[in-house]
């Protein structure tokens, strides 16, 4: 037995109403995040200066998570964005192509100074440690390389798996964070 087809506006709706309420799930929390570190909340304070200073020793104990920590941090850089974002454009474009010749028919369906308000408000030093294996500038709350980095592997992601057939569809699905 055939599902009958969805109207495109219903669609469009339930997604609409989908996006919203992730972004709600991920805003209030975040927000929540942002006012207590920017309180200074004695809790959430401890924890992280116990944090870093844990993660600081482990790191000057162990030279390889360092590597491994720059290597996971240079995804989200630009030469790393450049390659994937090429790559995507590149496969975008191909998979054009071959709609355009009818060889194959597929269905489609400002951050930073937002970011740096929030930076700004939540006025958050780095933390200060002796002999650092890494060394970066401004305020450290929240991290605009790690922003970028999930925002746009996330956006790539769905951009994707809109686009990819049914089986690959469930293999993104498995995938994705719970």
């Known amino acids: 037995m055939t599902r009958p087809r969805e109207h495109p506006d219903l669609r469009f709706g339930t997604r609409t ?5 992730a972004l709600a799930l991920v805003a209030v929390p975040f927000a929540l995040l942002a006012l207590l570190v920017r ?13 870093s200073e844990g993660l600081h020793r482990y790191a000057l104990a162990h030279p390889g998570f360092v590597t491994a920590m720059r290597r996971l941090s ?4 630009t030469v790393a964005w450049v390659i994937v974002l090429g790559l995507a454009t590149g496969w975008l474009l191909w ?59 996330t956006v790539l992601w769905l951009v994707l798996l809109g686009s990819a057939r049914r089986a ?7 995938g994705r964070p719970r």
């Not at 109403?17 to 309420?21: G, I, K, M, P």
């Not at 309180?39 to 944090?51: H, I, K, M, Q, T």
């Not at 028919?105 to 939540?122: E, F, I, N, Y």
């Not at 690959?168 to 498995?174: E, K, L, N």
């Open 17 to 21: 109403v989908l996006v919203a309420v």
């Open 168 to 174: 690959a569809r469930w293999i993104g699905a498995a």
């Open 95 to 153: 998979a054009a192509a071959v709609a355009a010749r009818g060889l194959r028919r597929r269905r489609r369906g400002d951050q930073p100074a937002a970011h740096l308000a929030v930076k700004s408000a939540v006025d958050r030093a780095r933390p200060v440690l002796p002999d650092p294996v890494a060394v970066a500038g401004g305020f450290s709350f929240p991290s605009g390389h790690a922003q970028a980095a999930i925002v746009g592997y």
């Open 39 to 51: 309180g200074n909340w004695a809790p959430l304070r401890r924890l992280d200066v116990g944090s």
């Open 74 to 77: 240079d995804s989200g850089s």
